[in-house]
């Protein structure tokens, strides 16, 4: 149990039934329409549950280093949101629609949390060689596992300073960047 990050494929993006994402797509559809842009379509050939990660150390140094880097605007854009989708937004979309945590659902940018998550990781120098794994929890059993350890003595700096703040950094950096890369939302399940 606990609370992963996850991609949603094209099949569960618009379906209705239980477990779909059908109700948040089309108000979501909506809030894009109402902007002048269009609908958000997931790429037939994102399936879903290429990148799932566990949400499990602890945040509180992430929220300092937040604190200290971002502006509060900023930190609502990064850490604010229950769906990640790989569409400019100048701010996030509030929709009135449940989602797996909240009753409303706050809709976010890939670009602009992988523009904020870049900015986070280059303040504590994270190691750019962090694995991307083809295979789900790669990041996180890599920070849980004693990998991250083992780099940091390696390759210290700032990042090894508080390696669960490290791992929220690169978590959101790697949800950007999976977003953007294979077209697909991300969410929070």
Same mark, same amino acid.
């Given at each position: 149990?606990?609370?992963?990050?996850?991609?949603?494929?094209?099949?569960?993006?618009?379906?209705?039934?239980?477990?779909?994402?059908?109700?948040?797509? @089309?108000?979501?559809?909506?809030?894009?329409?109402?902007? %002048?842009?269009?609908?958000?379509?997931?790429?037939?050939?994102?399936?879903?549950?290429?990148?799932?990660?566990?949400? =499990?150390?602890?945040?509180?140094?992430?929220?300092?280093?937040?604190?200290?880097?971002? *502006?509060?605007?900023?930190?609502?854009?990064?850490?604010?949101?229950?769906?990640?989708? /790989?569409?400019?937004?100048?701010?996030?979309?509030?929709?009135?629609?449940?989602?797996?945590?909240?009753? *409303?659902?706050?809709? @976010?940018?890939?670009?602009?949390?992988?523009?904020? @998550?870049?900015?986070?990781?280059?303040?504590?120098?994270? /190691?750019?060689?962090? /694995?991307? =794994?083809? *295979?789900?929890?790669?990041?996180?059993?890599?920070?849980?596992? %004693?990998?991250?350890?083992?780099?940091?003595?390696?390759?210290?700096? /700032?990042?090894?300073?508080?390696?669960?703040?490290?791992?929220?950094?690169?978590?959101?950096?790697?949800? @950007?960047?999976? =977003?953007?890369?294979?077209?697909?939302?991300?969410?929070? =399940?």
């Amino acid at each position: 149990m606990g609370v992963y990050l996850v991609d949603v494929g094209a099949e569960d993006w618009r379906a209705e039934y239980e477990g779909g994402y059908g109700e948040i797509a @089309a108000a979501l559809d909506e809030r894009l329409s109402a902007r %002048g842009l269009p609908q958000y379509e997931v790429p037939a050939a994102c399936q879903g549950l290429e990148f799932e990660e566990k949400l =499990s150390p602890s945040m509180d140094g992430f929220v300092e280093l937040c604190h200290a880097q971002l *502006t509060r605007d900023e930190e609502e854009m990064l850490c604010g949101w229950s769906v990640l989708v /790989p569409v400019p937004l100048d701010e996030p979309v509030d929709l009135p629609v449940g989602s797996a945590y909240t009753d *409303t659902t706050v809709v @976010a940018g890939a670009p602009q949390v992988l523009a904020l @998550a870049q900015r986070l990781a280059a303040a504590i120098g994270l /190691p750019p060689m962090l /694995p991307v =794994s083809r *295979t789900n929890l790669g990041l996180t059993n890599w920070f849980l596992d %004693g990998q991250a350890q083992e780099t940091a003595a390696a390759r210290p700096g /700032p990042w090894d300073e508080d390696l669960d703040a490290a791992f929220y950094v690169a978590l959101y950096l790697r949800a @950007a960047q999976h =977003s953007l890369r294979r077209g697909c939302p991300i969410v929070f =399940s």
